[in-house]
């Protein structure tokens, strides 16, 4: 008796079209990043119920860029916080009045704070208690 064995495929393999030898199913990872930075838009541009719950229990009057995940929190926030560099890749921060904006804690230049860009300095900037610089317009 002869047994069935099952013929494995790669996924980006059945992701490819019809066309180039796949399923044209879609990638299930990349179609939840895309939600995922849908809820980030919407989070930071909409006004209803559930993002004044999320920015009450999470961001409270923090910016996007320095909101940190705690074990208390939700898996979905987990989800949320791990996509948000993909998020903010490519997108401008608006100042506007500079409460929410921390000179050395926000992503200005790269994909990394100054303050991990230039340790030495703000160290100093530190020690002459100017480490908590907001801009100001």
Known sequence: MTRRKYHLVRWPKICKSKKKGGLEI?????MNISL???WWWKLENEQGLWQEIIRYKYIKNKSVCTVKYRQIDSPIWYDLMKIRNIYLQGRKIKVRNGQKTLFWKDI???DQPLYLLFPDLFAMCQTTGLDCISIQV
């Open 26 to 30: 879609k990638d299930i990872k990349l």
């Open 36 to 38: 995922l930075c849908k």
């Open 108 to 110: 200005w230049l790269y």
